[in-house]
């Protein structure tokens, strides 16, 4: 069993940078597939990025590919999401979750963090 826990959100203006991290506890980190979710207001929830846990294999969302990058230390129990070229439509709370060897195009997570604010300015 792992606990998600987000850090590094805040504001930024569009077209700007930042990343996202995800620090789970646990000591079989390397086998949960992790995965970015956010959730704007007034919107469902809607998938952002995964990383394998295998070999690091990573998916996107359109509508973040090219912009976003997920990347896994599991060493550190960690998973990043750094985001460049920001725009006002991806302000959102950032959510990081956990599957036990899932596989990589499945939406379907145990565990969630509680979330991280991210806004982006005009």
């Known amino acids: 069993q792992v606990q998600p826990v987000e850090s590094g959100g805040g504001l930024v203006q569009a077209g700007g940078s930042l990343r996202v991290s995800c620090a789970a506890s646990?000591?079989?980190?390397?086998?949960?597939?992790m995965g970015w979710f956010r959730q704007a207001p007034g919107k469902e929830r809607e998938f952002v990025a995964a990383i394998h846990w295998t070999r690091g294999v990573t998916h996107y969302a359109d509508s973040v590919k090219g912009r976003f990058t997920i990347s896994r230390d599991d060493a550190k129990n960690t998973v990043n999401l750094q985001m460049k070229s920001l725009k006002p439509e991806d302000t959102a709370v950032y959510y990081c979750?956990?599957?036990?060897?899932?596989?990589?195009?499945?939406?379907?997570?145990?565990?969630w963090g509680q979330g991280t604010q991210v806004t982006v300015s005009s």
């Open positions: 979750a956990a599957r036990l060897m899932g596989p990589l195009y499945s939406y379907n997570y145990d565990y």
């Open positions: 646990g000591r079989t980190f390397s086998q949960y597939t």
